[in-house]
Every structure is written in C-alpha cells, then in structure tokens.
C-alpha cells in the first residue's frame, strides 16, 4: 500500500476541487472512478505514464505525488466561510498546506528560524472595547509600530514570523488564521475576493485578532465585532484618530475620510466606524452617513477614493532567490518549489554571476 502517493493524490484532487468522478472526466473516461478510489486508498499505485496524465489533469509536477509534507493544520477558522460547499472548503485548505509547505521547505534549506511570541499573551480577557484599545496599543508598542501609518501589513506580520499566504480562489473566502504542526502561525487571503490593498490589510488584521485575542469564551457575531475593532485600531490608532478628526465632529466629509484613507491604508467606510467607535461621532450621524454613502450601491466595494499601496506577500519568493543567489538549491529545486516546470521558471528569472 502506497500511503504517500494516495495522500498526495488526494491532495492534488482536493487543491483543484476535483472529485473522482471529474478526475476520471478530464482524464477522457480512459480510468474509471472505481479504479481512481484505489489510488486514494492506496491499493493501487499508477504507473508512469497515467502519472503524467494525472499530472497534466491537476496541474501539478510528478514529484508533487512523492513529496513527504509533514504538514498538519490546526484551529483553522475563516472569515465568510461556512456557506461554501465542503468541496471549496478542501480544496482552500490543500492550497494553504501546499503553499506552506513549499515556504518551510525553502526556509529549512537556509536553515532559517522563525518562531513565534504571541506579543498579546499576557493578556486574560477582551471584553470592550477599551480591552481592544489596549491591546492594539501593547502590540504597536512591542512590535514597535509607534501611532504612525503602517507601510505594509504583510511585512509586518513576516517580520514578527507570520506566515502570510496570498492565493487566488473565484468563491466567497474573504481571509483565514490558522496553526501549523501546533507551533506556526499562518494567515491566508483571498486577493480575488479582497481585491483593493486597503481590503486585504483590514482583513489580515482582522485574521490577527482572531489569532492574538483571548475571545474564544465569547459569542460569534461579538468575536467579529472586537476583531473588526482591533484591525481599525491597529491601522488608525486613537491618538491618530484625534489628531487627524479632533475629539468631538458634527460631520465628516467623505474627501477627508479619502485624504486619510491614501495615508494610513484604511477604507472610508472603516474610518467612520472607527471614529464612531472613539466616540468622535455619534451613533445617529454615523448611521445617517451609511444610509447616503450606500445611496451609491457601487461604493460599497469601489470606494470614490483609492488607497494606492501595495500589499503582496513576496518572502517566498525573495527566500528562493537568496537560495538560488548562495547555490543552495538549483533552478530545477527552485522550479519544483515555485511549482513551476523550468522553462516557466526560466522565462521570469534573472541570474547574474
């Protein structure tokens, strides 16, 4: 019985939403569904030439199917997940694994080292909202962030060893928080989804509260709620927050909120929820100002103003050039590990020396 090959299988089945039934479609009906269960079960192993087949019909390259991940994901928990059919579902979670596992695998050949101290541990409970003040606070202050706007949020969390994976699925995924092999934090996105810089760096923010906050004793809908709290909190602090609106507003302009949001990186929507929050407007005006912002039903995605950072995670791909750059991998292992054949690897690489 071939365990990994049967684990690997189903891997790549999962990654490309396939069922058996749509393998043995692609495949022209010439393997039957029965006989493709026996891959997935191990009893059978193909030979050769249905492995490349297979290949061909996943995507993948043939050493995908021999390849040992060790790779176990833990306390996964997503953002505008549940009424995605069980089959979407695995298939976002195979490509998290295969993207993670491809990065530790290029981190262990630098032998680099990444663990990671939850800044926010000493923390016991998140009740309110000035329980959430308090903790972005204590994590600008360790992470040593300081009230000024944050240039790149996925640098950020990298830099404190986060593993932020981008990936691109067409369904309702907005973002996840997970734990790999029990130690290994990862925060995942969906750029189709998210589309716009300030999105994504809301949404990964979020994913960190759920990930650093002490909120599991509380209910669900409370537990979004402090986790959009402390994403805002983190992108425009309080002392920021009064500098820039003052303590007390009658009215805010959506052209202020837009001067603000291509500063600090965060939507106009987020920032009026953010100064009703701190109290600098009131609940009412802040209403009034939803009911005629949404007047306009495309500003709800495509805000009249845009935020023109950039926010892509490029470590992978910069640890792969390094190892390439100190002949630590070839461009064959490094082609394997972009999961690229060589000549596509080839065709958007430079090496000089």
């Not at 299988?9 to 043995?24: I, P, T």
């Not at 706007?149 to 986060?162: M, T, V």
């Not at 759920?210 to 909190?233: N, R, S, V």
């Not at 500063?263 to 009034?288: F, N």
Request: neutral net charge.
């Amino acid at each position: 019985m071939d365990s990994l090959f049967s684990e690997r299988f189903k891997c790549a089945r999962h990654l490309n939403g396939f069922s058996l039934q749509d393998v043995s479609d692609n495949l022209g009906n010439a393997i039957s569904k029965q006989a493709l269960h026996k891959y997935e079960t191990g009893d059978v192993t193909p030979d050769s030439d249905m492995i490349g087949k297979l290949c061909n019909v996943f995507n993948v390259r043939p050493d995908f199917f021999f390849t040992n991940t060790n790779i176990e994901i833990q306390k996964i928990e997503f953002r505008k997940f549940d009424s995605l059919p069980t089959k979407e579902q695995h298939k976002i979670v195979e490509i998290v694994k295969d993207n993670v596992s491809r990065y530790l695998e290029v981190e262990n050949i630098l032998a680099l080292t990444s663990e990671f101290t939850n800044p926010l541990k000493n923390i016991e409970k998140i009740n309110s909202l000035d329980d959430v003040e308090k903790a972005a606070e204590t994590l600008r202050d360790v992470w040593k962030i300081g009230n000024n706007p944050i240039s790149s949020c996925i640098e950020l969390l990298e830099d404190n060893n986060i593993k932020v994976i981008q990936i691109d699925v067409e369904d309702g995924f907005d973002g996840m928080q997970a734990w790999i092999n029990g130690s290994i934090p990862i925060i995942a996105f969906n750029r189709i989804k998210l589309k716009s810089p300030d999105r994504i760096r809301f949404t990964i923010l979020h994913e960190l509260g759920h990930m650093l906050l002490p909120i599991g004793h509380l209910p669900e809908k409370q537990k979004e709620t402090i986790c959009h709290q402390f994403a805002g909190a983190l992108l425009f602090s309080k002392s920021a927050a009064n500098k820039e609106l003052g303590l007390r507003r009658n009215r805010l302009m959506i052209e202020e909120l837009g001067e603000l949001k291509k500063e600090y990186g965060i939507s106009i929507q987020a920032l009026a929820m953010r100064a009703r929050d701190l109290g600098i407007i009131t609940k009412s005006y802040c209403k009034s100002f939803f009911f005629m912002f949404n007047q306009i039903p495309d500003w709800k995605i495509n805000e009249p103003i845009q935020y023109q950072g950039k926010e892509q995670s490029t470590r992978f791909n910069q640890l792969i050039f390094r190892a390439i750059a100190e002949n630590l991998i070839s461009i064959n292992k490094a082609a394997v590990l972009k999961n690229q054949t060589v000549s596509e690897f080839r065709q958007k690489t430079l090496v000089i020396g």
